[in-house]
Nanobody, 128 residues
Framework: QVQLVESGGGLVQAGGSLRLSCAASGRTFSRYAMGWFRQAPGKEREFVAGLGWSGESTYYADSVKGRFTISRDNAKNTVYLQMNSLKPEDTAVYYC?????????????????????WGQGTQVTVSS
């Protein structure tokens, strides 16, 4: 069982930066693919970024490519999402998620249903 706790959300002006963190419990964190998703009011939850077990393989939604960077520190059981050049359309609740399937050790899943563990979410608000 993995428990996830996000932090780092807040209010920022357009063009600004935030770094989200997701701390995971459990000894086998390094054997989970990790993902960040977001959900804006009235919209479905969408994939933002993901990375495999070692952190070498990363995937991004087109809308954040070049602006967001996902990384992990397996020694600290933590995954990060560095968000730069933020836009008002990035406003959402951001969720951290863990996928324990070996099938996604390198090529991570981009659909929410593949992830079996979720954090409670952290609000990111970008003002114009």
């Amino acid at each position: 069982q993995v428990q996830l706790v996000e932090s780092g959300g807040g209010l920022v002006q357009a063009g600004g930066s935030l770094r989200l963190s997701c701390a995971a419990s459990g000894r086998t964190f390094s054997r989970y693919a990790m993902g960040w998703f977001r959900q804006a009011p009235g919209k479905e939850r969408e994939f933002v970024a993901g990375l495999g077990w070692s952190g070498e393989s990363t995937y991004y939604a087109d809308s954040v490519k070049g602006r967001f960077t996902i990384s992990r520190d397996n020694a600290k059981n933590t995954v990060y999402l560095q968000m730069n050049s933020l836009k008002p359309e990035d406003t959402a609740v951001y969720y951290c998620a863990a996928d324990g399937s070996a099938l996604h050790a390198i090529r991570v899943a981009t659909t929410a249903r593949a992830y079996e563990h979720w954090g409670q979410g952290t609000q990111v608000t970008v003002s114009s």
